[in-house]
């Protein structure tokens, strides 16, 4: 089904909704994911869900909040039943698993709304200078700092996890809620 909303639409509906800081970043893990695609268990998977149905369910709230700004309707013949997510992405099923496919006016709309790139919630620490995928290597200032880079964390947190596989943490489950979806570097040698 092709998508009849342009990049100003998603800017002028992200920008006046309320969206919650969970919800965008779900919006930049999808985002940061390779070709801006990624499956709903892969999404779960990055914001430390148990399983894919949270995913399901999140990312649809967000799809129908924005859709709703649109005046969208799901039961519109139009609409063909699509899922909420089809607001935020392309759907496709070319084998077992959904592919979400981040529409390219969503992906512009976050970039102008300046969502991508340093709007990561950040421990002293970190530094947010990325240009290399390179992960824990120690720079030299007033304090030892580890850098970051968005691209790598968030592909780490896809591939991996938000758990330590090391000594099984989540940090969720040590500082709550804020702390969803965030890992840091702690096992060095």
Avoid at 27 to 46: L, N, V
Avoid at 103 to 126: D, F, M, S, Y
Avoid at 168 to 189: K, P, W
């Amino acid at each position: 089904m092709k998508n009849k909303y342009k990049t100003e639409d998603y800017i002028t509906a992200l920008r006046n909704l309320n969206i919650s800081p969970h919800h965008i970043k779900m919006i930049q893990a999808h985002y940061y994911a390779p070709d801006r695609t990624m499956t709903a268990s892969q999404m779960a998977k990055a914001m430390g869900y148990h399983n894919h149905n949270a995913a399901n369910l999140h990312y649809g709230k967000l799809g129908r909040l924005v859709g709703n700004a649109f005046g969208w309707d799901p039961t519109a013949e139009e609409s063909q039943g699509a899922d909420a997510v089809y607001i935020l992405a392309e759907l496709k099923k070319p084998g077992r698993y959904w592919l979400w496919i981040m529409r390219p006016e969503v992906a512009q709309a976050i970039e102008k709304l300046r969502w991508t790139n340093g709007n990561q919630i950040t421990i002293p620490e970190e530094i947010t200078e990325p240009t290399r995928l390179y992960e824990g290597a120690v720079r030299s200032i007033s304090v030892n700092a580890y850098e970051r880079n968005a691209i790598a964390r968030e592909k780490c947190i896809l591939h991996y996890g938000c758990t330590c596989s090391v000594c099984d943490i989540n940090l969720a489950d040590v500082y709550g809620e804020i702390a969803q979806g965030h890992i840091h570097v702690h096992h060095l040698r």
